[in-house]
């Protein structure tokens, strides 16, 4: 069957509910990032705020390199008196941000090179207060964690996964009362800085944003590469209850290993596992009022081997949280401890919707903005899905980058002009835009 093909010189554009993203992000977001960083320019430039909005309307478009802001860059500014800056500008915002590397030098004589950008981590932080993020005198659940980036840029070191890039250590707070994780703390690293190296100094200084915007930290969960007296001590001055994985040494499997204990048998997961308490007697007693919960697993019941075990001649999977929380039972224990590996999807939401695959810089210290400024944008973006009026699009609190754009962006628009005012006209059939639109300028 024929079929006719006509061609209009008219301006639609495929992404009309980006509007609603921006009018939010105009309201919430940007007197706070230009209060924070002062005017980049006080001429016609573009200001820091209106960077950061370029980059969330790329990704919120489907975009997932810095370059892709090409694509949207013409459609987006059809409304009228709305700019949207170019990649170009985008990448030298991050340079005039970029901050000098920190090094560190380590016993043997090699030095790490780490960068703080305590400006944007302060940023981050003073974000998530003024737009409602995170409420000062509240409780949160802290979690701390490294990620390590693949990168091809020409200062990236090979990590022990065996690929050249970064190794950031990220940290997370989680509201008790509300589905709703902050990420409040980034500062990036060579890749081949192991975890523990100067970690009291990255948490002094997360810890120390949090803290002067008046949050407060309930429960502090971290893994093994936080296992050590200082940062133990650290999160023990600054949260209620600590929760780390604990090094299973040869000297605490030779406790364990003692037919004397008492072991209790539980159900964890559809999986038989045997779980014990005693009290923790490491780091030469300097730790005092902590307790060691101890799970143990038959190596042939299906149970994962530790990467950080030592030794692997028992017949038994050990593994070990060290807590100064006595009222839990060691169940209790074990799956609070687990539940941190939730926070690996605040990783997966980085990489894969905010462009953490794709780094767009060369230096260390350029790409940490990158970092930081994306960090911000998806914790927007989070605040956003808790809006109402998206639920009528099937759009939720844990809704992914793809869902949203493909649900709530994706719809044909064009904007006119009449009754002295602009209008942007939405042409679909689906009712849950005028909610959403209700009271747009």
Same mark, same amino acid.
Not at 356 to 367: A, C
């Given at each position: 069957?024929?079929? =006719?093909?006509?061609? =209009? ?22 007197? +706070? ?44 500014? @059809? ?10 500008? *985008? ?18 004589? #090699? ?22 993020? $995170? ?25 022990? #996964? ?19 994780? +902050? !990420? ?5 690293? /060579?890749?081949?800085?192991?975890? =523990? ?19 407060? !930290? ?36 030779? =406790? ?10 539980? &159900?964890?997961?559809?999986?038989? !596992? ?6 923790? /007697? ?14 143990? @697993? ?5 149970? @994962?081997?530790?990467?950080? &075990? ?6 038994? *999977? ?12 060691? &169940? ?12 690996? #999807?605040?990783?997966?939401?980085? /990489?894969? /919707? ?9 230096? $260390? ?36 980058? #793809? ?8 719809? *044909? ?29």
């Amino acid at each position: 069957m024929a079929a =006719k093909v006509q061609i =209009k010189n008219e301006k639609y554009m495929p992404y009309g509910g980006i509007y609603f993203v921006i009018g939010e992000f105009l309201r919430l977001m940007s007197p +706070v990032i230009d209060g924070y960083l002062g005017l980049r320019s006080t001429l016609t430039g573009y200001q820091y705020s209106e960077i950061s909005l370029a980059m969330l309307c790329n990704f919120c478009c489907g975009g997932d390199r810095t370059e892709d802001i090409y694509r949207v860059h013409d459609m987006i500014e @059809q409304k009228p008196g709305l700019r949207i800056c170019s990649p170009d500008t *985008v990448l030298r915002a991050m340079t005039e941000l970029s901050v000098e590397d920190t090094v560190y030098t380590a016993q043997s004589g #090699k030095e790490y090179r780490f960068n703080t950008a305590e400006r944007l981590n302060g940023l981050l932080v003073y974000a998530a207060v003024k737009s409602g993020m $995170l409420t000062p005198g509240e409780q949160y659940d802290f979690d701390f964690d490294h990620e390590f980036l693949a990168s091809e840029t020409w200062d990236a070191l090979p990590t022990y #996964k065996g690929h050249d890039g970064y190794s950031p250590a990220c940290a997370v707070l989680t509201s008790l009362s509300e589905n709703l994780d +902050v !990420i409040v703390g980034i500062e990036n690293r /060579d890749g081949n800085a192991t975890v =523990k190296f100067h970690q009291e100094d990255t948490l002094v200084r997360i810890l120390l944003n949090i803290i002067e915007q008046g949050i407060r !930290i309930r429960y502090a969960r971290v893994d093994c590469g936080s296992y050590s007296k200082e940062v133990v001590r650290l999160l023990l001055q600054h949260s209620q209850r600590i929760f780390v994985r604990a090094e299973m040494t040869r000297t605490l499997r030779e =406790k364990l290993q003692d037919p004397r204990r008492q072991w209790r048998k539980v &159900e964890m997961n559809n999986q038989s !596992i045997e779980v014990l308490s005693l009290p923790f /007697d490491g780091f030469g007693g300097e730790i005092e009022g902590c307790r060691l919960v101890v799970q143990r @697993q038959h190596k042939g019941a299906g149970a @994962q081997l530790d990467l950080f &075990e030592e030794g692997g001649d028992d017949v038994y *999977v050990y593994r070990a949280i060290l807590t100064n929380e006595w009222d839990m039972t060691e &169940e209790e224990v074990v799956h609070f401890y687990n539940q941190r590996g939730a926070k690996e #999807k605040v990783f997966d939401q980085m /990489d894969n /919707d905010f462009g953490w695959h794709y780094l767009p810089k060369g230096l $260390l210290r350029e790409n940490t903005v990158f970092l930081l400024l994306t960090a911000m944008l998806r914790n927007f973006f989070r605040l956003l899905l808790r809006n109402d009026a998206l639920r009528a699009f099937g759009i939720w609190c844990t809704t992914r980058m #793809k869902a949203f754009t493909a649900k709530v962006v994706t719809v *044909v628009a064009r904007w006119t002009r009449g009754g002295r005012r602009d209008i942007l006209t939405l042409y679909t059939d689906n009712k849950a835009f005028e909610a959403l639109y209700a009271g747009y300028t």
